[in-house]
């Protein structure tokens, strides 16, 4: 009793004190509405206010702070003539490794074009014109003269660039056109526009795919995928190369392997490309749908070198199959590539679409493609709409380069017969590790291996051992030795060391509708007595 007697006296003046506080706040023009605000967004919650109100005040004491304050004592104070001599000793370290022999050697055998880039360019070096089967020009769309005249039109109405991504203020009017044209063009609900055509795919899968879902691959896919699939950070289980059975088989293991494991109900996708980039590969549309609704994924269609290319219009493997492309849950592409502009696309559902305008990365932080290359794009539509004799051409260009190199004994080429980018390869019963050709009995014997395993992404099953080294080495004097008789190509070129899995080295052919059939057959007489050449001195 004695002591809460003695601690009346502190509880009313702290009672007194908090009264005349609340009397003075309220004095405040103002103070109304902050008392309102507090108590409708936190309830009458004294504790939350409070601890708002602390950190509010860190906050501003955290600002206010002298950030380059430090003790003074520690400063060692130098003269000019001091400082002059530190900044001379200074070396910086290199922002990059320097490059090695063969990196400079082969930046050095890059040939340098002078002007605009055509079916038949002018090189920098000796001013002569060789026949161009190294650019992606499938459909000749590259220096077409209306779409010149076009782009400077809207060049001289929009300017350069965007000036912004696409979801602040860099959308304009030719960007929605080319959505709606792009959907149009290959029968889809809707479809979305990228900045890039290599960071299209690997923002697709990302915004789609993540943590505990689950993604069944092909090994054969292009590296952007690869990241793409990376970044998901999904469970990831590979089927073999272009395989649809060995598909079929990691599909009923995911499917065993949910039921025994309780796994929850997750996402499930099929990634794989229409045309592979890697080697030319074509992918059976059909089946793969028939397997997508059998045991209920969704696909994801990589169709970067078959958009374009391949089909009546060149809508790619759903025009050529004649399968809806609403079958096909994802549709990704390069406007690169088929149409000669920039950028990516994705088509599907308006859900499939809408949902990457917040999702997708390479979208919500990338600037939107100049307002030029957008009516390009657009343009390209319209001609391979209204022009369908562009892809016989091409095709017919494709059988004739074909029809020539599938006489060299010592190559193979691994693309399908209607790909427009022809890889050819050194034939393997021709090739010895040690750097020489082997006669056509002294095949190599393939290396042991166990059964396809599909959490590993390099399969044991059909693995050659092959030294890709000297294999680039070979084909990079066929690049040069053609080159200097006037066809200019080239080989594929890998990111050694940083893909899982080491692809064969191939010189890479780029079809186009651009150039008539004898000048390809002219062409392709060229790269086959350079392959002759050059392979043969090495028996």
């Known amino acids: 009793m004695e002591s809460s007697s003695t601690l009346e006296p502190l509880f009313a003046f702290m009672t007194y004190s908090l009264v005349r506080l609340e009397h003075a706040f309220k004095a405040v023009p103002g103070s109304a509405i902050v008392i309102r605000y507090v108590r409708s967004s936190y309830q009458n919650d004294p504790g939350r206010s409070l601890l708002e109100l602390i950190l509010v005040v860190f906050a501003i004491r955290t600002l206010l702070q002298n950030r380059t304050r430090a003790r003074q004592k520690n400063f060692v104070k130098l003269t000019e003539k001091e400082i002059d001599e530190l900044v001379e000793d200074w070396i910086p370290e290199p922002l990059v490794q320097p490059l090695d022999e063969v990196e400079q050697a082969e930046l050095d055998s890059l040939p340098i074009i002078s002007g605009p880039v055509g079916p038949k360019p002018k090189l920098a ?63 889809t609900e809707s479809a979305i526009i990228y900045s890039q055509g290599f960071s299209t795919v690997s923002s697709v899968i990302p915004a789609f795919s993540k943590r505990g879902d689950i993604i069944v691959a092909d090994r054969g896919i292009n590296f952007a995928i690869q990241k793409g699939i990376q970044i998901s950070r999904s469970t990831v289980r590979w ?11 990691v599909l009923e293991s995911v499917d065993k392997e949910a039921k025994k494991k309780r796994w929850p109900l997750t996402r499930r996708f099929i990634v794989t490309e229409g045309i592979f980039e890697n080697d030319g590969a074509m992918s059976d549309l059909p089946k793969l749908i028939e397997l997508k609704k059998k045991y209920k994924y969704r696909l994801v269609l990589d169709e970067s070198i078959s958009f374009g290319s391949v089909g009546r219009t060149g809508r790619g493997l759903t025009e050529l199959y004649n399968v809806p492309a609403t079958e096909v849950d994802m549709l990704v592409g390069s406007m690169a590539n088929g149409l000669c502009a920039t950028g990516g696309f994705c088509a599907g559902s308006i859900h499939v679409t809408e949902h990457q305008r917040i999702n ?180």
């Open 125 to 187: 070096s000796n001013g002569k014109t060789v026949l161009n089967l190294a650019s992606y020009n499938f459909t000749g769309l590259q220096g077409n003269e209306y779409i010149k005249e076009r782009a400077v039109d809207i060049l001289r109405k929009y300017g350069l660039g965007s000036c912004g991504p696409p979801g602040f203020y860099g959308t304009i009017d030719v960007h929605v056109e080319l959505e709606r044209n792009l959907a149009s063009f290959l029968g």
């Open 239 to 249: 089927y073999d190369h272009n395989d649809l059975k060995s598909l079929e088989e």
């Open 360 to 539: 997708g990365t390479a979208f919500v932080f990338s600037a939107a493609i100049p307002a030029l290359l957008a009516v390009c794009a657009s343009e390209g539509i319209n001609i391979l709409t209204s022009t369908p004799s562009l892809l016989e051409t091409l095709q017919d260009n494709i059988r004739a380069i074909r029809s020539v190199l599938e006489k060299v004994d010592l190559v193979e080429i691994t693309s399908h017969p209607a790909s427009a980018v022809v890889h050819v390869c050194i034939r393997r019963h021709g090739y010895s590790s040690a750097g020489g050709l082997l006669a056509p009995g002294a095949a190599p014997q393939p290396s042991k291996h166990t059964k396809s395993n599909p959490t590993a992404l390099l399969a044991s099953k059909d693995y050659f051992e092959h030294d890709w080294r000297t294999e680039e080495r070979l084909l990079q004097e066929v690049v040069e030795d053609a080159l200097a008789q006037g066809v200019m190509i080239t080989r594929a070129k890998r990111l050694r060391g940083q893909e899982p899995w080491e692809p064969r080295a191939s010189l890479k052919l780029v079809a186009t509708a651009a150039l008539t059939r004898k000048e390809c057959e002219k062409a392709a007489g060229v790269i086959k007595a350079s392959l002759i050449k050059v392979l043969s001195r090495r028996r």
